[in-house]
T-cell receptor
Framework: GAGVSQSPRYKVAKRGQDVALRCDPI?????LFWYQQALGQGPEFLTY????????KSGLPSDRFFAERPEGSVSTLKIQRTQQEDSAVYLC???????????FGPGTRLTVT | AQTVTQSQPEMSVQEAETVTLSCTYD???????LFWYKQPPSRQMILVIR??????QNATENRFSVNFQKAAKSFSLKISDSQLGDTAMYFC?????????????FGKGITLSVRP
């Protein structure tokens, strides 16, 4: 069966550009999470969806970060006016619903030059 | 808020030997899960083992086992008969068991190298 997929796998953006990162969760998983992983560090929580509802966005570092999941399946993380400090791997994870194991995608490595 | 601490940045072990990775955490919650995730170089994160805090018995998965000390808030991972494929970064993570938001809180990770 298909796992969590993310696209693009690599993205290079010039400072000030907008980027959009896509996550396709495992079919039927109601919970979807975005994490940011800086080089050599553990992932840090950004935001969480249950179906189409964004229940927690407390980890988003600034108002330049925006996430959506309009139909309760695919999710997009958008970063406006990218800065060098946004360079990181962005991980998406999905889960069946109640607190349980999260299944991670391969991540999108964003480099802002 | 929860915190997870992995104080060893790197470890190395000879193939076929046993290695223990340390993790401590801090929380005021009583119901929670603890996890060890493995992230091989340039590959995606996968679950190694899970422990439910209300269970006293330590979780085991083949060559992987944990030593869960709830009172001490300690959660170490033991890898027996280490294999070259165990080379990876290992993350300890915490998740609240109740509530709508079941986000993971990760430690900084430890890089494990298995020597042939």
């Amino acid at each position: 069966g298909a796992g969590v997929s993310q696209s693009p796998r690599y993205k290079v953006a010039k400072r000030g550009q907008d980027v959009a990162l896509r996550c396709d969760p495992i079919s039927g998983h109601v919970s979807l999470f975005w994490y940011q992983q800086a080089l050599g560090q553990g992932p840090e929580f950004l935001t969480y969806f249950q179906n189409e509802a964004q229940l927690d966005k407390s980890g988003l570092p600034s108002d330049r970060f925006f996430a959506e999941r309009p139909e309760g399946s695919v999710s997009t993380l958008k970063i406006q006016r990218t800065q060098q400090e946004d360079s990181a791997v962005y991980l998406c994870a999905s889960s069946p619903g109640t607190p349980s194991e999260q299944y991670f995608g391969p991540g999108t490595r964003l480099t802002v030059t | 808020a929860q915190t997870v601490t992995q104080s060893q940045p790197e470890m190395s072990v000879q193939e076929a030997e046993t290695v223990t990775l340390s993790c401590t955490y801090d929380t005021s919650e009583n119901n929670y899960y603890l996890f060890w995730y493995k992230q091989p170089p340039s590959r995606q994160m996968i679950l190694v083992i899970r422990q439910e805090a209300y269970k006293q018995q330590n979780a085991t998965e083949n060559r992987f086992s944990v030593n869960f000390q709830k009172a001490a808030k300690s959660f170490s991972l033991k890898i027996s008969d280490s294999q070259l494929g165990d080379t990876a970064m290992y993350f300890c993570a915490f998740m609240k068991r109740t509530g709508a938001n079941s986000k993971l809180t990760f430690g900084k990770g430890i890089t494990l190298s298995v020597r042939p």
